[in-house]
């Protein structure tokens, strides 16, 4: 019988009827508990008939119907300490701050050192084709270990969009044994048995090349909906600098940009470009031996969705560890690539970019004091459509080279290895920080204040998405090939 009612006894608390399934492992039972009681799992201490739960078996545990459970451990030794910032009471609100509070989702609780995974999951899903490929995604279709990451992160949106505190607690501890089956070596464990800290860019990863390879695109090519929104390609070229050879030219594919930081570098997109040209020392034919190349690199498809990582990390040798780089590297909300695109890609481009310039043009003239005062301060309030982000016969790649910021991964700490992992995510025209389970607005200086410089929290990873469109209904056509693509809608990161 491995579904039994039971009752859970904390204290003076007594909860009836929780539902415990004893084909799950024992650390998704400690995850209700958490629910339930506020006491973190590592703290818990879970008995029936005198025998305690252990966090990787049942084993002599046995539960039956109507059974009292036993749980010990105080809630408060994780009281947080006294925060940095002054706390902003709902008094202090405004209307827009006040509707806002109250219609907050739900966060994804800490297992221990979990902060990795948690801020991954909530970053990704802002990225609305990716959430309702997830929603739709086949849990009897198999797939390995890949097949079941993808199925536990389908759970964990389905749990985020409906669920409550309960069902985010037990989604979010079959996504962590999903994801240390398919990299084990996430799953490692420091002093005392505690899991270890993670690195967030290797856990974006592994999600990555699991969804890569279990959610196809549905109607189209072989390619999967990580590959069409998510996937770039580079036209690149290699020049000898020390000999008069042919230049040799490939295509690159990528997932994700990297943002060196060096001396230099004080903005996002002169980090960008420096790596878009390198010098690499590596074998010449010509010459046989080693000779320095210049490296020259051009974005030719522009994905819809575009990762950027901040390489923050290193290793150093002497402390075997892999340290952080805190330099202040500014990031906007609005980023424009136009100029890291081939002169071909650029030039299907203007197009779009050309509607754009008219939009904000006509939105700069009618801000005029003069306009303003001969017109009133009427709005336009014809109805407005979406237009396609995607070249047409293209699906899920950005027609514009303009992006809008969408969600911010955060480091706060010395090493990779440590410290502590938040994801803020844009929802409408406000921010949210998903610290764990605690879910609060923020303004958008305090997300543009996450470009580094000290001890607060860090951008590592910045999600941007594709900057749509919008123009009353008369004046163009909806152009759109995609009618029965559930990935593909709606066509807007603004979820």
């Known amino acids: 019988m491995p579904k039994v009612s039971v009752k859970v006894k904390w204290g003076k608390e007594l909860f009836k009827d929780v539902e415990v399934n004893t084909d799950d492992d024992p650390v998704v039972f400690k995850a209700q508990i958490f629910a339930l009681t506020g006491v973190q799992p590592e703290r818990q201490k879970v008995v029936c008939k005198g025998v305690t739960l252990r966090d990787d078996s049942w084993a002599n545990f046995k539960l039956s119907n109507n059974a009292l459970v036993l749980v010990m451990g105080s809630k408060e030794e994780d009281l947080p300490?006294?925060?940095v910032e002054k706390t902003k009471f709902v008094e202090d609100m405004n209307e827009s701050e006040l509707a806002t509070a109250l219609d907050l989702p739900e966060g994804l609780i800490n297992l221990g050192n979990t902060c990795y995974m948690n801020a991954t999951v909530q970053c990704l899903k802002t990225v609305p084709e990716l959430r309702n490929a997830l929603l739709d995604y086949d849990h009897t279709s198999g797939g390995g270990t890949a097949g079941g990451l993808t199925a536990a992160l389908s759970d964990t949106m389905r749990a985020l969009e409906s669920g409550g505190p309960g069902a985010c607690a037990a989604s979010v501890s079959r996504l962590l044994l999903a994801l240390h089956a398919a990299a084990p070596r996430l799953a490692?464990?420091?002093?005392?048995?505690?899991?270890?800290?993670?690195?967030?860019?290797?856990?974006?990863?592994?999600?990555?090349?699991?969804?890569?390879?279990?959610?196809?695109?549905?109607?189209?090519?072989?390619?999967?909906?990580?590959?069409?929104?998510?996937?770039?390609?580079?036209?690149?070229?290699?020049?000898?600098?020390?000999?008069?050879?042919?230049?040799?030219?490939?295509?690159?594919?990528?997932?994700?940009?990297?943002?060196?930081?060096?001396?230099?570098?004080?903005?996002?997109?002169?980090?960008?470009?420096?790596?878009?040209?390198?010098?690499?020392?590596?074998?010449?034919?010509?010459?046989?031996?080693?000779?320095?190349?210049?490296?020259?690199?051009?974005?030719?498809?522009?994905?819809?969705?575009?990762?950027?990582?901040?390489?923050?990390?290193?290793?150093?040798?002497?402390?075997?560890?892999?340290?952080?780089?805190?330099?202040?590297?500014?990031?906007?909300?609005?980023?424009?690539?136009?100029?890291?695109?081939?002169?071909?890609?650029?030039?299907?481009?203007?197009?779009?970019?050309?509607?754009?310039?008219?939009?904000?043009?006509?939105?700069?003239?009618?801000?005029?004091?003069?306009?303003?005062?001969?017109?009133?301060?009427?709005?336009?309030?014809?109805?407005?459509?979406?237009?396609?982000?995607?070249?047409?016969?293209?699906?899920?790649?950005?027609?514009?080279?303009?992006?809008?910021?969408?969600?911010?991964?955060?480091?706060?700490?010395?090493?990779?290895?440590?410290?502590?992992?938040?994801?803020?995510?844009?929802?409408?025209?406000?921010?949210?920080?998903?610290?764990?389970?605690?879910?609060?607005?923020?303004?958008?200086?305090?997300?543009?204040?996450?470009?580094?410089?000290?001890?607060?929290?860090?951008?590592?990873?910045?999600?941007?998405?594709?900057?749509v469109l919008e123009v009353p209904e008369e004046d163009e056509p909806m152009v759109t090939e995609v009618t029965d693509d559930t990935a593909g809608n709606p066509p807007t990161a603004l979820a």
């Open 188 to 467: 490692e464990r420091g002093a005392g048995g505690v899991l270890a800290q993670q690195d967030a860019s290797e856990c974006w990863t592994e999600m990555i090349r699991a969804l890569r390879a279990r959610l196809p695109m549905p109607g189209t090519d072989s390619k999967s909906v990580i590959e069409k929104y998510f996937g770039g390609t580079l036209d690149v070229e290699w020049v000898c600098s020390e000999a008069e050879e042919p230049s040799t030219k490939s295509e690159e594919s990528f997932l994700q940009l990297s943002c060196f930081i060096s001396q230099d570098v004080k903005y996002l997109q002169s980090g960008l470009r420096s790596k878009m040209s390198e010098h690499i020392t590596k074998m010449s034919e010509s010459l046989g031996r080693d000779a320095v190349y210049t490296k020259t690199s051009k974005i030719s498809r522009l994905p819809a969705y575009l990762t950027v990582q901040f390489v923050r990390f290193y290793f150093k040798e002497k402390e075997s560890i892999n340290a952080k780089i805190l330099k202040d590297v500014k990031f906007p909300l609005d980023l424009d690539v136009y100029e890291l695109c081939s002169p071909e890609l650029q030039e299907r481009l203007t197009p779009m970019r050309n509607k754009f310039k008219e939009l904000d043009d006509a939105a700069v003239l009618q801000s005029l004091p003069a306009r303003k005062k001969n017109q009133g301060d009427n709005k336009d309030l014809r109805k407005k459509k979406l237009v396609p982000y995607w070249f047409e016969n293209d699906i899920g790649s950005n027609n514009s080279g303009f992006y809008r910021l969408q969600a911010v991964l955060t480091h706060r700490g010395r090493s990779s290895s440590s410290g502590h992992y938040v994801a803020w995510v844009a929802r409408g025209d406000s921010w949210l920080r998903c610290d764990d389970d605690t879910v609060t607005p923020v303004s958008e200086e305090e997300v543009l204040k996450l470009s580094g410089g000290g001890d607060w929290h860090c951008a590592y990873l910045l999600l941007y998405g594709p900057r």
């Open 81 to 83: 300490t006294a925060p």
